[in-house]
């Protein structure tokens, strides 16, 4: 099994505090799929992309395996 590498998983660490978290598209997200975990793992790769394009998809790493 492939691991993390350690930058993605010190990125996405880092990300995951509450106030990265945007409401109004959590709610929305909420509201159209029907519950909240997509929209905060979005969220989350989202904002890991934006500080290193690519890194933020291990993410959900896993949670697909």
Do not use: F
């Not at 509201?31 to 929209?39: K, N």
């Amino acid at each position: 099994m492939r691991k993390i590498p350690q930058k993605a998983a010190d990125l996405i660490v880092g990300h995951c505090v509450i106030e990265n978290i945007d409401w109004d598209e959590l709610r929305k997200q909420t509201e159209l799929i029907g519950y909240p975990v997509l929209g905060v793992v979005k969220q989350i790769v989202q904002g890991v992309n934006e500080i290193e394009p690519g890194l933020g998809e291990w993410t959900h790493w896993y949670q697909s395996q």
